[in-house]
């Protein structure tokens, strides 16, 4: 078997017409050899230009990734705001309360609005979100609950909702349940 070495392209060539990188030394029977062990390898020259594009387009990469991040996660000037604008309509908790129950709400929700593993319905109660995200809520749900138009429930029926869930007490911390602290 006669080999030839091609010093342009750095591959060596065999009667067979096999190409083989240097360093890819094989059996002779498949027609593979090394040809000068001592130049430098075929991938890593080829990798070089690839490797310089990479670095020139770094900047652009984290600029586009702070923005992205910058849109979702939006900074606590923003949360102030939307915090600062929960001027829920004035709402009757008793009244809620028979809504809550007569409407179903409980069902998923739980008596106290604590949510449920086995319906999948989220803790509503007591309420961290304003009036205005829990009415979006309510009338454009994103998960396995059904939207209620303000034909099924008017506005304060479900301004009523939302005060009897804000008289909920909040859960007390793990740190002053005893049974956890041991």
Known sequence: MKKSCATDDQVCRT??????????????????????????????????????????????????????????????????QQSGSDTAPAGNAQNGKKIFTSDGCYECHGLQGQGATQTGAARIGPPQLSFESFQRYVRQPTNQMPPYTSKAVADQDLADIYAYLKSIPQPPKGKDIPLLNK
Request: aromatic share 4%.
């Open 15 to 80: 009667a067979r017409g096999i190409l083989a990188p240097l360093g890819g030394s094989g059996p002779d029977e498949v027609g593979i050899f090394d040809c000068s062990p001592a130049e430098p390898k075929l991938p890593l020259k080829r990798l070089q230009p690839l490797k310089l594009r990479l670095i020139a387009a770094l900047p652009r990469m984290l600029l586009l990734l702070f923005a992205v991040g910058a849109m979702l996660f939006p900074g606590p000037v923003t949360r102030a």
